[in-house]
């Protein structure tokens, strides 16, 4: 059956660095584009990024482009999210999801927390 | 980006009586190829979410078919047709039509 794992999450403080990771089996990972997308505390879902089946392209919400980066490894099965220049508000359970085509991912990991304070 | 609005924010159902939730969207999610991508999610408290249904009305596998979804361009609906105790948690549609995809602020079902 379809797995995603996340790990990597932490406390950090602001302006700090993290890179969260997402350990796939139960599919054939080079085929499918990957989320991550990210809830604040008591929050709703926030769509954060997206990578291609192949890695050529990726996009990026506008609250995190410019300092989150998605890449993936198709021999490894991993996607993973390098997370710099954290705020505050940036605290939030990080959900890796595989795509099921049309932009509606249909599996998701358990979720990593990243908790950015002082 | 594009705004999509849920209402209502809360729903307070009785055990065995539909519900229904209401998303819209600032623009029409017709996509160009013809495919309106519009989905809905579950999400129980302390769990990861769950996607119930993609392309406005499709429902996935192990979704019971209580769960329906409908409309087109700018207005969708889900709809349970009778609340059972396990239906209780947040409910969010997501447009894919256009980037960023963007969610509704979510729609707590609860149990009257």
């Known amino acids: 059956q379809v797995q995603l794992v996340e790990s990597g999450g932490g406390v950090v403080q602001p302006g700090g660095s993290l890179r969260l990771s997402c350990a796939t089996s139960?599919?054939?990972?080079?085929?499918?584009?990957m989320h991550w997308v990210r809830q604040a505390p008591g929050k709703g879902l926030e769509w954060v990024a997206f990578?291609?089946?192949?890695?050529?392209?990726?996009s990026y919400g506008d609250s995190v482009r410019g300092r989150f980066i998605i890449s993936r490894d198709n021999f490894k099965n991993t996607v993973d999210l390098q997370v710099n220049s954290l705020r505050a508000e940036d605290t939030a359970v990080f959900y890796c999801?595989?795509?099921?085509?049309?932009?509606?991912?249909?599996?998701w990991g358990q979720g990593t927390l990243v908790t950015v304070s002082s | 980006d594009v705004v999509v609005t849920q209402s209502p924010l809360s729903l307070p159902v009785t055990l065995g009586q539909p519900a229904s939730i209401s998303c819209r969207s600032g623009?029409?999610?017709?996509?160009?190829?013809?495919?309106?991508?519009l989905s809905w999610f579950h999400q129980r408290p302390g769990l990861s979410p769950r996607r119930l249904i993609y392309?406005?009305?499709n429902r996935d596998s192990g979704v019971p078919d209580r769960f329906s979804g409908s409309g087109s361009g700018t207005d969708f609906t889900l709809r349970i047709s009778r609340v059972e105790a396990e239906d209780v948690g947040i409910y969010y549609c997501?447009?894919?039509?256009?980037?960023?995809?963007?969610f509704g602020q979510g729609t707590k079902l609860e149990i009257k």
């Open positions: 999801a595989k795509d099921g085509g049309g932009v509606a991912p249909d599996f």
């Open positions: 139960g599919f054939t990972f080079s085929n499918y584009g």
């Open positions: 990578i291609r089946h192949d890695g050529t392209g990726e």
């Open positions: 623009q029409s999610l017709l996509h160009s190829d013809g495919i309106t991508y």
């Open positions: 392309t406005v009305s």
């Open positions: 997501l447009q894919g039509t256009y980037w960023p995809p963007t």
